[in-house]
Protein backbone atom coordinates (compact mmCIF):
# COMPACT_ATOMS: atom_id res chain seq x y z
CA UNK A 1 0.00 0.00 0.00
CA UNK A 2 1.48 3.90 -0.70
CA UNK A 3 -0.99 4.91 1.49
CA UNK A 4 -1.27 8.75 1.34
CA UNK A 5 0.89 10.55 -1.81
CA UNK A 6 1.28 14.15 -1.90
CA UNK A 7 3.14 15.71 -4.62
CA UNK A 8 5.50 17.81 -5.13
CA UNK A 9 7.66 17.49 -2.20
CA UNK A 10 9.28 21.46 -2.36
CA UNK A 11 7.60 24.14 -4.94
CA UNK A 12 8.94 27.53 -5.02
CA UNK A 13 6.05 29.85 -6.52
CA UNK A 14 5.39 33.88 -6.93
CA UNK A 15 3.16 35.86 -5.71
CA UNK A 16 -0.09 35.64 -8.41
CA UNK A 17 0.92 32.23 -9.37
CA UNK A 18 -1.79 29.22 -9.26
CA UNK A 19 -1.16 25.73 -8.43
CA UNK A 20 -2.28 22.27 -7.39
CA UNK A 21 -1.34 20.31 -4.76
CA UNK A 22 -2.07 16.86 -5.31
CA UNK A 23 -3.38 13.61 -2.80
CA UNK A 24 -3.96 10.86 -3.74
CA UNK A 25 -4.90 7.87 -1.08
CA UNK A 26 -4.97 4.13 -2.06
CA UNK A 27 -6.90 3.10 1.47
CA UNK A 28 -10.57 3.40 0.62
CA UNK A 29 -10.95 6.30 3.12
CA UNK A 30 -14.27 8.59 3.06
CA UNK A 31 -12.46 11.38 4.90
CA UNK A 32 -9.64 13.44 3.71
CA UNK A 33 -8.45 16.71 5.23
CA UNK A 34 -5.65 19.46 3.85
CA UNK A 35 -3.40 21.05 7.06
CA UNK A 36 -1.01 23.77 7.16
CA UNK A 37 1.99 23.56 9.65
CA UNK A 38 3.50 27.00 10.50
CA UNK A 39 5.63 27.17 13.45
CA UNK A 40 4.49 28.18 16.52
CA UNK A 41 0.36 27.39 15.76
CA UNK A 42 -0.01 23.24 14.90
CA UNK A 43 -1.79 22.36 12.26
CA UNK A 44 -4.54 23.89 11.16
CA UNK A 45 -7.36 22.43 9.12
CA UNK A 46 -7.66 24.46 5.44
CA UNK A 47 -10.74 21.96 4.16
CA UNK A 48 -11.98 18.54 4.79
CA UNK A 49 -13.89 15.87 3.09
CA UNK A 50 -16.31 13.21 4.55
CA UNK A 51 -16.93 11.50 0.96
CA UNK A 52 -16.78 11.91 -2.88
CA UNK A 53 -18.61 14.97 -3.45
CA UNK A 54 -18.74 16.30 -0.43
CA UNK A 55 -16.40 19.10 0.95
CA UNK A 56 -16.37 21.59 3.39
CA UNK A 57 -14.21 24.74 5.05
CA UNK A 58 -11.82 24.49 8.17
CA UNK A 59 -10.34 26.81 9.92
CA UNK A 60 -8.08 28.46 7.62
CA UNK A 61 -9.90 28.53 3.96
CA UNK A 62 -9.34 31.77 2.45
CA UNK A 63 -7.00 31.62 -0.86
CA UNK A 64 -7.34 27.56 -1.37
CA UNK A 65 -10.14 25.47 -3.34
CA UNK A 66 -10.73 21.89 -2.89
CA UNK A 67 -12.72 19.03 -4.56
CA UNK A 68 -13.36 15.83 -4.24
CA UNK A 69 -14.66 13.79 -7.59
CA UNK A 70 -13.74 10.48 -6.13
CA UNK A 71 -12.49 8.90 -3.44
CA UNK A 72 -9.25 8.69 -4.03
CA UNK A 73 -8.40 12.40 -4.90
CA UNK A 74 -8.52 15.44 -3.00
CA UNK A 75 -6.62 18.09 -4.07
CA UNK A 76 -6.11 21.83 -2.82
CA UNK A 77 -5.58 24.59 -5.72
CA UNK A 78 -4.05 27.89 -4.58
CA UNK A 79 -6.04 30.28 -6.68
CA UNK A 80 -3.67 33.55 -6.40
CA UNK A 81 -0.07 32.44 -4.27
CA UNK A 82 0.76 35.08 -1.58
CA UNK A 83 3.68 35.06 0.61
CA UNK A 84 1.23 33.85 3.96
CA UNK A 85 0.85 30.81 2.03
CA UNK A 86 4.38 29.76 2.31
CA UNK A 87 4.41 27.01 4.79
CA UNK A 88 3.78 23.11 5.24
CA UNK A 89 1.47 21.47 3.44
CA UNK A 90 0.26 17.60 4.68
CA UNK A 91 -2.45 16.00 3.44
CA UNK A 92 -4.35 13.37 5.75
CA UNK A 93 -6.93 10.49 5.12
CA UNK A 94 -9.07 8.34 7.82
CA UNK A 95 -12.07 6.11 8.12
CA UNK A 96 -13.03 7.81 10.83
CA UNK A 97 -13.14 7.64 14.60
CA UNK A 98 -10.11 5.95 16.54
CA UNK A 99 -8.55 4.79 13.57
CA UNK A 100 -7.00 8.75 13.51
CA UNK A 101 -5.33 9.98 10.64
CA UNK A 102 -2.95 8.86 8.62
CA UNK A 103 -0.46 12.07 6.55
CA UNK A 104 1.06 12.26 3.25
CA UNK A 105 5.04 13.20 3.43
CA UNK A 106 3.88 16.77 3.21
CA UNK A 107 4.82 19.83 0.43
CA UNK A 108 7.17 22.51 1.22
CA UNK A 109 5.68 25.48 -0.31
CA UNK A 110 7.52 28.95 -0.53
CA UNK A 111 6.25 32.26 -1.97
CA UNK A 112 8.43 34.94 -2.76
CA UNK B 1 -15.93 24.53 20.09
CA UNK B 2 -13.23 21.85 20.38
CA UNK B 3 -9.55 23.25 21.43
CA UNK B 4 -6.31 21.24 22.31
CA UNK B 5 -3.67 23.07 24.27
CA UNK B 6 -0.46 22.44 24.99
CA UNK B 7 1.28 24.48 27.14
CA UNK B 8 4.84 23.12 26.80
CA UNK B 9 6.49 24.42 23.81
CA UNK B 10 9.79 22.80 24.31
CA UNK B 11 11.63 19.66 26.71
CA UNK B 12 14.64 17.67 26.85
CA UNK B 13 14.97 14.65 28.48
CA UNK B 14 18.44 12.65 29.20
CA UNK B 15 18.26 9.43 27.62
CA UNK B 16 16.99 6.55 29.28
CA UNK B 17 14.81 8.80 31.60
CA UNK B 18 11.56 9.50 31.47
CA UNK B 19 9.12 12.35 30.63
CA UNK B 20 5.67 13.58 30.48
CA UNK B 21 4.27 16.07 28.37
CA UNK B 22 1.25 17.71 28.58
CA UNK B 23 -1.84 18.22 27.00
CA UNK B 24 -5.69 19.66 27.83
CA UNK B 25 -8.49 19.98 25.70
CA UNK B 26 -12.21 20.88 25.69
CA UNK B 27 -15.03 19.40 23.53
CA UNK B 28 -18.83 19.02 24.09
CA UNK B 29 -18.99 16.46 22.05
CA UNK B 30 -19.45 12.57 24.10
CA UNK B 31 -17.78 10.27 22.04
CA UNK B 32 -14.32 11.28 21.11
CA UNK B 33 -11.14 10.03 20.73
CA UNK B 34 -7.30 11.23 22.01
CA UNK B 35 -4.12 10.66 19.93
CA UNK B 36 -0.86 11.62 19.94
CA UNK B 37 1.69 11.96 17.22
CA UNK B 38 5.05 12.09 16.35
CA UNK B 39 6.87 14.46 14.01
CA UNK B 40 10.62 13.48 13.51
CA UNK B 41 12.75 16.30 11.34
CA UNK B 42 12.01 13.58 8.20
CA UNK B 43 8.48 16.08 8.81
CA UNK B 44 6.53 12.86 8.34
CA UNK B 45 3.53 12.77 10.66
CA UNK B 46 3.14 9.31 13.17
CA UNK B 47 0.28 7.91 15.13
CA UNK B 48 2.43 7.18 18.82
CA UNK B 49 -1.06 6.30 20.76
CA UNK B 50 -4.90 6.51 20.66
CA UNK B 51 -7.26 6.64 23.48
CA UNK B 52 -11.03 6.37 23.18
CA UNK B 53 -12.61 8.52 25.53
CA UNK B 54 -15.09 5.92 27.11
CA UNK B 55 -12.27 3.68 28.02
CA UNK B 56 -11.61 4.14 31.37
CA UNK B 57 -8.10 2.45 31.16
CA UNK B 58 -4.98 4.30 29.70
CA UNK B 59 -3.84 3.39 26.89
CA UNK B 60 -0.22 1.62 26.14
CA UNK B 61 2.28 1.43 23.77
CA UNK B 62 5.70 -0.24 24.45
CA UNK B 63 7.43 2.57 25.73
CA UNK B 64 4.65 5.19 25.44
CA UNK B 65 1.46 5.54 27.96
CA UNK B 66 -1.31 8.04 28.42
CA UNK B 67 -2.42 9.64 31.51
CA UNK B 68 -6.41 9.95 30.67
CA UNK B 69 -7.84 11.90 33.30
CA UNK B 70 -11.70 12.55 31.33
CA UNK B 71 -12.75 14.70 33.90
CA UNK B 72 -10.33 17.40 33.96
CA UNK B 73 -10.37 16.76 30.19
CA UNK B 74 -6.03 16.05 30.13
CA UNK B 75 -4.14 13.47 28.43
CA UNK B 76 -0.70 13.66 29.04
CA UNK B 77 2.14 11.30 27.12
CA UNK B 78 4.29 9.64 29.13
CA UNK B 79 7.63 8.19 27.61
CA UNK B 80 9.64 6.22 29.52
CA UNK B 81 13.19 4.65 28.76
CA UNK B 82 13.74 7.77 26.20
CA UNK B 83 15.93 7.02 23.33
CA UNK B 84 17.81 9.77 20.68
CA UNK B 85 14.67 8.79 18.16
CA UNK B 86 12.57 10.19 20.33
CA UNK B 87 13.75 13.42 19.39
CA UNK B 88 10.93 14.99 17.32
CA UNK B 89 7.95 17.02 17.52
CA UNK B 90 4.74 15.95 19.72
CA UNK B 91 1.36 16.61 19.16
CA UNK B 92 -1.67 15.87 20.89
CA UNK B 93 -5.05 15.65 18.82
CA UNK B 94 -8.84 15.35 19.22
CA UNK B 95 -11.08 13.97 17.15
CA UNK B 96 -14.70 14.17 16.75
CA UNK B 97 -16.34 15.87 13.96
CA UNK B 98 -13.26 16.93 12.63
CA UNK B 99 -9.57 16.48 13.89
CA UNK B 100 -7.84 19.44 16.68
CA UNK B 101 -4.61 19.74 17.00
CA UNK B 102 -2.43 21.22 19.77
CA UNK B 103 0.43 23.71 19.00
CA UNK B 104 3.28 21.07 19.81
CA UNK B 105 6.27 20.01 22.05
CA UNK B 106 9.04 19.99 20.39
CA UNK B 107 10.82 17.23 22.77
CA UNK B 108 14.85 16.82 22.70
CA UNK B 109 16.36 13.74 24.02
CA UNK B 110 20.10 14.31 25.39
CA UNK B 111 22.88 11.57 25.06
Known amino acids: NAGVTQTPKFQVLKTGQSMTLQCAQD?????MSWYRQDPGMGLRLIHY???????DQGEVPNGYNVSRSTTEDFPLRLLSAAPSQTSVYFC???????????FGSGTRLTVV | AQTVTQSQPEMSVQEAETVTLSCTYD???????LFWYKQPPSRQMILVIR??????QNATENRFSVNFQKAAKSFSLKISDSQLGDTAMYFC????????FGTGTSLTVIP
Open chain 2, 27 to 33: TSENNYY
Open chain 1, 92 to 102: ASSRGGVYGYT
Open chain 1, 27 to 31: MNHEY
Open chain 2, 93 to 100: ALTGNQFY
Open chain 1, 49 to 55: SVGAGIT
Open chain 2, 51 to 56: QEAYKQ
